[in-house]
């Protein structure tokens, strides 16, 4: 072997800080306890490519990324070890409540169901699309007609269906906003392969209440007992700080903590996602503040 000069030392080592940019304090994580398989949504992490994300978030407990779609993403995770635990498909506004939407929303969720499938990851996203002007139950008798023509192809491939539960204060007019509402979809449906994304960030946005209460702020909800009494409904969760969708920390008001003990107590076995925009700038920081939220939630 030849002899190595201090330059190519220096050369070589520069390039290995390179390719492990995030070395250091992210890199110490204590083993986590493992009760709450968690994910983080992708397009959170803006500067952090699928790969960083993946290497990094392995680290302190990541299983899972969100939102993706079929193709190179794909490889990438299952080259970690990490799981697409959401697979993105159609958009927001233009959902299953429309009767015209169904043959379009179908022949795009039919390869994706079957790409999801193939990777072995196992959840699909839809959703209800707007109300413009439509009554919730006309908008429920819709979704159940259509996504009953698409759900059997879900079971054979062994892919949940889920609707996801968003704030109609933020996403203007959006029908699948009430958990009454959306829990009685999934009955109507009656597949054990549809259920609801119950996102904890929007479902607060929509039925908490900002109280003070001895000079302090606190959220009054009654979340916890609707993730108890309606988990068979629930394949998914999201979160996210409240009422700011920034960091789960001391700064937000739902105690997050108390919350995944509800869920683990559940018996829940799929996964919870973070969907919360973090207020770092630096795809490091961006990095840490991903794992407070798994150290938080590892309960």
């Known amino acids: 072997?030849?002899?190595?000069?201090?330059?190519?030392l220096l050369i070589r080592g520069a390039a290995a800080a390179a390719a492990l940019p995030f070395a250091g304090r992210l890199a110490d994580a204590a083993p986590i306890k493992g009760n709450i398989k968690q994910?983080?949504?992708?397009?959170?992490?803006?500067?952090?490519?699928?790969e960083q994300l993946c290497a990094e978030g392995k680290k302190f407990g990541l299983q899972g990324l969100d939102l993706l779609r079929p193709g190179g993403d794909f490889d990438t995770l299952k080259k970690h070890g990490i799981v697409c635990t959401m697979t993105s498909c159609n958009g927001i506004g233009?959902?299953?409540?429309?009767?015209?939407?169904?043959?379009?929303?179908?022949?795009?969720?039919?390869?994706?169901?079957?790409?999801?499938?193939?990777?072995?990851?196992?959840?699909?996203?839809?959703?209800?699309g707007n109300c413009q002007g439509m009554g919730k139950e006309e908008g429920l008798k819709n979704c159940t007609e259509g996504l009953k023509k698409v759900v059997g192809?879900?079971?054979?491939?062994?892919?949940c269906l889920c609707m996801e539960y968003l704030n109609s204060k933020q996403h203007k007019d959006y029908?699948?906003?009430d958990s009454k509402w959306a829990f009685?979809?999934?009955?109507?449906?009656g597949s054990p392969n549809f259920k609801i994304l119950y996102d904890i960030y929007h479902v607060a946005m929509m039925e908490a209440t900002i109280e003070e209460v001895d000079g302090k702020k606190v959220a009054k909800h009654n979340i916890d007992e609707l993730i108890t009494k309606n988990i068979d409904c629930i394949g998914h969760f999201h979160t996210g700080g409240f009422p700011g969708r920034k960091d789960i920390d001391g700064t937000q008001l739902l105690d997050y903590p108390s919350i995944m003990k509800t869920i683990v107590a559940t018996g829940y076995k799929g996964y919870v996602a973070h969907e919360f925009v973090p207020k770092a700038k630096t795809p490091e920081d961006k990095l840490a503040a991903l794992k407070q939220a798994i150290e938080i939630c590892d309960v």
Not at 40 to 50: E, P, V
Not at 184 to 189: F, I, P, R, T
Request: charged letters at 25%.
């Open 184 to 189: 009685e979809l999934v009955k109507a449906v």
């Open 1 to 8: 072997m030849r002899d190595l000069s201090r330059r190519d």
């Open 39 to 50: 994910s983080a949504s992708k397009w959170c992490y803006r500067g952090l490519s699928t």
């Open 175 to 177: 029908m699948c906003d």
């Open 153 to 159: 192809h879900a079971e054979k491939k062994k892919v």
């Open 94 to 128: 233009k959902g299953f409540n429309r009767t015209e939407n169904h043959e379009g929303l179908i022949g795009n969720l039919i390869p994706t169901i079957d790409a999801t499938a193939a990777a072995g990851f196992p959840n699909v996203i839809v959703f209800s």
